[in-house]
T-cell receptor, first 115, second 114 residues
């Protein structure tokens, strides 16, 4: 049962425009959300995160928005650059309880930024 | 610092063979994890460890065993490999399980079971 869902397997965006990657979750115990970026033949690397007490977190060109009532988060990349082409994974965890430290990943979205 | 390293990088096994994947981290992290990534499936947690000498099951533990005899090493074993275990395996570590301590991933091991 997929508790974190990324329903778009791929996204193609022109350089300079905005990329919006979406993620939905089902487990109301999740209270922290992260985005990881993965290039081919490399391990995922942490990109940005957000706590459930916030609805927005910004880091340079990357902004994550959280809508708790809808159990939905999105990653905005503005402006998009060719080097952003990668697979983006949404992940969530509960900061308490027996599953402390366990990340639940979505299936990923392949972002392609073309010149 | 090397971060998280994994050996081997590639391996081909025949059905029924056994092997051990080694993960090492030099960041003095308490928590370590083994994930597998399959096409269209994202990363799924196999086993994890919250400290030296401790291990716990993740989402897909069947067919795998792990050991954490030293804090810096986390071993993943396949006793009798099956084609369904063809995957890319990632090891990760974090200082502890709190969300503001990010998980650092190794480069992965690509395993093919024929």
């Amino acid at each position: 049962d997929q508790q974190v869902k990324q329903n778009s397997p791929s996204l193609s965006v022109q350089e300079g425009r905005i990329s919006i990657l979406n993620c939905d979750y089902t487990n109301s115990m999740f209270d922290y959300f992260l985005w990881y970026k993965k290039y081919p033949a490399e391990g995922p690397t942490f990109l940005i995160s957000i706590s459930s007490i916030k609805d927005k977190n910004e880091d340079g060109r990357f902004t994550v928005f959280l809508n708790k009532s809808a159990k939905h988060l999105s990653l905005h990349i503005v402006p998009s650059q060719p080097g952003d082409s990668a697979v983006y994974f949404c992940a969530a965890l509960a900061d308490r309880g027996s599953t402390l430290g366990r990340l639940y990943f979505g299936r990923g979205t392949q972002l392609t930024v073309w010149p | 610092n090397a971060g998280v390293t994994q050996t081997p990088k590639f391996r081909v096994l025949k059905t029924g063979q056994s092997m051990t994947l080694l993960c090492a981290q030099d960041m003095n992290h308490e928590y370590m994890y083994w994930y597998r990534q399959d096409p269209g499936m994202g990363l799924r947690l196999i086993h994890y460890s919250v400290g030296e000498g401790t291990t716990a099951k993740g989402e897909v533990p069947d067919g795998y065993n792990v050991s954490r005899l030293k804090k810096q090493n986390f071993l993943l074993g396949l006793e009798s490999a099956a084609p369904s275990q063809t995957s890319v395996y990632f090891c990760a570590s974090s200082y502890n399980g709190r969300p503001y301590n990010e998980q650092f991933f190794g480069p992965g091991t690509r395993l093919t079971v024929l």
